[in-house]
């Protein structure tokens, strides 16, 4: 078992840039990282990358679109994610008639008080599992928008703060059109990341046969850490260094995706702050204490490619290439 906090207050005191503590807690929160990767890939075989980036996104606070056809894992792999740190998952599965009260909750009358009370939601979890996202109203999509921008959500008024730590999966067939509704640019950008899980391969599916994978998998794996852990690790991540240099690489990714002829619209100040965060949380999964270019390199294509649009209209594949593309001319700093 990785090591646990055992005062938050005081991590937050000695968590600063250099000193003992943040070393400590930099290389628990590796270890955690490991583990928790190794008890997702008993359950999804062969997706070693993805299991990466998802715990990336996870310990760099933010959200992941998992885009892929039906039955390749994707519901599992949330699973098995919010299990292995012992987080509450709830599942919301997206259709027209989903409204936003739906997923923020509604005040509903005590008949044996005579007042009302607010009635908690899905998204008042660890991990909400939007299924078939793109399937909800744009009206029930942009509920998501503060809550996974803030961790805060408005209803009846009144302000309610979210979980910590929250993190949103949405899901998505991007091969199927009739009665969708594609996520416009402000919603794509809330996510963190967009993941392709991808068919089995022959012997990961032989697994899933055998019960060694899959939902048989996922029914005796048992949390490696618990949520206290998650927050601390998200902490220990915000303390690893990023050189000037390597921040300026950063901005000129970023810009180079707001002055390129074939895109229409650049990726956004959030995005470059997603994707630094994703870099260092890259980084201390590595375990080092600082950000090197082939950390932001790691990332970069994931955590960019769905906040572009392309001219033409958006075209996930297509903005991959060129953000790939983008990534072979920027200068990469040396020293």
């Known amino acids: 078992m990785p090591a646990r906090s055992t005062s938050s207050a005081r991590c937050r005191r000695t968590l600063t840039p250099g000193s003992g503590s943040a070393r400590r807690w930099r290389a628990s929160a590796a270890a955690l990282a490991g583990a928790i990767e ?19 996104t996870l310990f760099g606070s933010g959200h992941i679109l998992l885009e892929d056809v039906p039955g390749t894992g994707k519901t599992l792999f949330a699973k098995a994610l919010a299990r292995s740190v012992h987080g509450e ?11 936003p009260a739906d997923l923020t909750g509604v005040a509903v009358l005590d008949p044996r008080e005579g007042a009302w009370r607010f ?32 961790r805060q959500i408005t209803a ?9 730590p929250f993190m949103v999966i ?19 950008d809330r996510f963190t990341m967009v993941l392709n899980l991808g068919l089995p391969s022959r012997e990961s599916e032989r697994a899933i046969l055998r019960g060694e994978a899959g939902a048989d998998a996922l ?19 915000r303390a690893i260094h990023v050189a000037d240099p390597v921040a300026d690489y950063v901005l000129d990714i970023v810009a180079a995706t707001r002055h390129h002829d074939e895109i ?23 375990g080092r204490t600082y950000v090197l270019p082939d950390d932001v390199k790691a990332v970069a294509v994931p955590a960019l490619a769905h906040r572009i649009t392309t001219v033409g209209g958006f075209d996930l594949a297509r903005s991959r290439h060129l953000i790939d593309t983008i990534l072979r001319r920027v200068s990469v700093p040396r020293g």
């Open 170 to 188: 949405g899901t998505q067939n991007p091969h199927e059109h009739h009665g969708t509704f594609p996520l416009v640019e402000a919603q794509r």
């Open 38 to 56: 190794t008890n997702m890939r008993r359950v999804i075989r062969g997706k070693e990358q993805a299991i990466r980036l998802a715990v990336i």
């Open 264 to 286: 229409e619209l650049g990726a956004s100040p959030r995005a470059s702050v997603g994707l630094q965060r994703s870099a260092q949380a890259q980084a201390m999964i590595e």
């Open 156 to 164: 009846d008024g009144s302000t309610r703060a979210l979980p910590d």
């Open 219 to 237: 029914a005796h794996i048992a949390p490696v850490a618990d949520v206290a852990a998650v927050r601390e690790a998200v902490r220990a991540v």
């Open 89 to 99: 998952l709830r599942r919301v599965q997206g259709t027209p008639d989903l409204l």
């Open 119 to 150: 009635r908690e939601g899905p998204l008042f979890a660890n991990v909400v599992l939007v299924d078939e996202i793109n399937r909800a109203t744009p009206r029930t999509q942009s509920a998501l928008l503060e809550a996974m921008e803030e």
